[in-house]
């Protein structure tokens, strides 16, 4: 069993987000060229109908449907047309009893009309005469002014990730900006006197530096702004200094890294000196991932992340972007993809801790196998190979080989 002192995962989350203030960033008011993938503020109501006028669906006749009705082939309805009306253009003109008029898919319907007759229901006699074939009811082959939405109906709520589709519709309504909620900045800290930037020679002993690079790619990801602060040597005085320089620049702080003895409490001391409460918890039973750190400092949350990637990685998935999604104000439910496939070897996992494991994808003869990739949480190649990520939780010992699982794609 492992230490009682460790949370579970699911205690963790919970008590992290119960430090994190719901929609707390502000706003910022943009246009919609440039939303798509933001969080709306702020409800948005539409300020006029949709599509606001009368259009047909089809290629036909403007009709009044009473004068088709009883119209078949054997005895076809006989309508004078009355004229032709343009795409793009307002009839100016009204059908009376009898009347016609010939109309495109999307164009408006004159006043009179109910209806509208496909041409391949219609014959043409002349210019001016059609025999209508069979029947049509009222508002076939229409749609009405408020059919999509209606003036004063809302169209997005707040709290919702904007999709090209929803930016579709506020072009539609004529709305040419809204406010969003502004990208969180996330500060990111590297720590520790073996890393160096990645344009530098390695020599034994030093490591180039990954971690920035992946967690500016998972912020963005999840609609914050990365930024980079920089690599720290395993100093107090030193990381101290640039997280408190961190501390007034960014909505959120992730310190990375550090293997010097002592480290991670210089860390932990550090994020409970910015303020309070401080740190919410300092370690849980997951693997990789078990020493992380996280606080909330006077409502800042402040993370101390493991310094290696494949851990960085699971700790920002389950930890850093949830916190991001409550400071952003996300109401939307997002459902993680997630396939059935047989496991190609047996697994086991320690009792009370959940494990991630990265796992490769194949097909074979029609079923889909996952393929653990079982390396140190220090080798990056695993998770850039790894096609999903397969969770054991922590009231299970494994899976067994052949045993069908569920596989979260990555």
Same mark, same amino acid.
């Given at each position: 069993?492992?230490?009682?002192?460790?949370?579970?995962?699911?205690?963790?989350?919970?008590?992290?987000?119960?430090?994190?203030?719901? #929609?707390?960033?502000?706003?910022?008011?943009?246009?919609?060229?440039?939303?798509?993938?933001?969080?709306?503020?702020?409800?948005?109501?539409?300020?006029?109908?949709?599509?606001?006028?009368?259009?047909?669906?089809?290629?036909?006749?403007?009709?009044?449907?009473?004068?088709?009705?009883?119209?078949?082939?054997?005895?076809?309805?006989?309508?004078?047309?009355?004229?032709?009306?343009?795409?793009?253009?307002?009839?100016?003109?009204?059908?009376?009893?009898?009347?016609?008029?010939?109309?495109?898919?999307?164009?408006?319907?004159?006043?009179?009309?109910? #209806?509208?007759?496909?041409?391949?229901?219609?014959?043409?006699?002349?210019?001016?005469?059609?025999?209508?074939?069979?029947?049509? &009811?009222?508002?076939?082959?229409?749609?009405?002014?408020?059919?999509?939405?209606?003036? &004063?109906?809302?169209?997005?709520?707040?709290?919702?990730?904007?999709?090209?589709?929803?930016?579709? #519709?506020?072009?539609?309504?004529?709305?040419?900006?809204?406010?969003?909620?502004?990208?969180?900045?996330?500060?990111?800290?590297?720590?520790?006197?073996?890393?160096?930037?990645?344009?530098?020679?390695?020599?034994?002993?030093?490591?180039?530096?990954?971690?920035?690079?992946?967690?500016?790619?998972?912020?963005?990801?999840?609609? &914050?702004?990365?930024?980079?602060?920089?690599?720290?040597?395993?100093?107090?005085?030193?990381?101290?200094?640039?997280?408190?320089?961190?501390?007034?620049?960014?909505?959120?702080?992730?310190?990375?890294?550090?293997?010097?003895?002592?480290?991670?409490?210089?860390?932990?001391?550090?994020?409970?000196?910015? &303020?309070?409460?401080?740190?919410?918890?300092?370690?849980?039973?997951?693997?990789?991932?078990?020493?992380?750190?996280?606080?909330?400092?006077?409502?800042?949350?402040?993370?101390?992340?493991?310094?290696?990637?494949?851990?960085?990685?699971?700790?920002?998935?389950?930890?850093?972007?949830?916190?991001?999604?409550?400071?952003?104000?996300?109401?939307?439910?997002?459902?993680?993809?997630?396939?059935?496939?047989?496991?190609?070897?047996?697994?086991?996992?320690? #009792?009370?801790?959940?494990?991630?494991?990265?796992?490769?994808?194949?097909?074979?003869?029609?079923?889909?196998?996952?393929?653990?990739?079982?390396?140190?949480?220090?080798?990056?190649?695993?998770?850039?190979?790894?096609?999903?990520?397969?969770?054991?939780?922590?009231?299970?010992?494994?899976?067994?080989?052949?045993?069908?699982?569920?596989?979260?794609?990555?």
């Amino acid at each position: 069993m492992l230490d009682k002192n460790y949370l579970s995962l699911k205690e963790s989350i919970k008590l992290l987000l119960e430090h994190v203030e719901f #929609a707390s960033l502000p706003f910022e008011l943009i246009p919609i060229e440039v939303a798509y993938n933001r969080i709306t503020y702020e409800d948005i109501y539409a300020p006029e109908n949709l599509p606001g006028f009368r259009r047909s669906t089809v290629d036909g006749f403007a009709v009044r449907s009473q004068d088709t009705f009883g119209a078949k082939e054997t005895m076809p309805a006989y309508l004078t047309v009355k004229g032709h009306i343009p795409m793009g253009k307002a009839p100016n003109f009204s059908l009376g009893q009898g009347e016609a008029a010939e109309i495109g898919t999307g164009g408006m319907l004159p006043d009179g009309a109910d #209806a509208v007759i496909m041409l391949e229901h219609v014959n043409i006699i002349s210019p001016d005469l059609i025999e209508v074939l069979r029947p049509v &009811g009222p508002g076939e082959n229409v749609i009405f002014e408020d059919e999509d939405i209606r003036k &004063g109906e809302l169209v997005i709520p707040k709290g919702r990730k904007l999709k090209p589709q929803d930016i579709g #519709a506020l072009a539609g309504l004529g709305i040419a900006e809204i406010k969003v909620v502004k990208k969180p900045t996330v500060a990111i800290i590297l720590t520790g006197d073996e890393i160096i930037p990645h344009t530098e020679k390695t020599i034994p002993g030093k490591v180039r530096d990954i971690n920035s690079f992946v967690l500016a790619g998972l912020i963005d990801e999840a609609g &914050g702004v990365p930024l980079k602060m920089g690599i720290v040597k395993d100093s107090y005085k030193d990381i101290k200094a640039l997280v408190d320089r961190a501390y007034s620049s960014a909505d959120v702080i992730l310190i990375t890294g550090g293997t010097s003895a002592g480290i991670k409490d210089m860390t932990a001391q550090i994020i409970n000196e910015l &303020g309070k409460p401080g740190i919410i918890f300092h370690g849980v039973s997951i693997k990789p991932g078990k020493p992380i750190i996280a606080g909330v400092c006077n409502k800042k949350p402040v993370f101390g992340l493991p310094g290696h990637p494949v851990a960085v990685y699971i700790c920002f998935e389950l930890f850093v972007k949830p916190v991001l999604e409550k400071m952003l104000g996300i109401t939307d439910k997002f459902y993680k993809t997630k396939i059935k496939a047989k496991l190609t070897r047996s697994i086991f996992s320690q #009792a009370g801790r959940t494990d991630f494991i990265r796992v490769s994808l194949e097909e074979k003869n029609g079923d889909l196998w996952a393929d653990p990739l079982l390396s140190k949480s220090g080798l990056i190649m695993t998770l850039v190979k790894a096609k999903g990520i397969l969770c054991i939780p922590e009231d299970l010992l494994g899976f067994e080989k052949n045993e069908e699982v569920e596989v979260e794609v990555i």
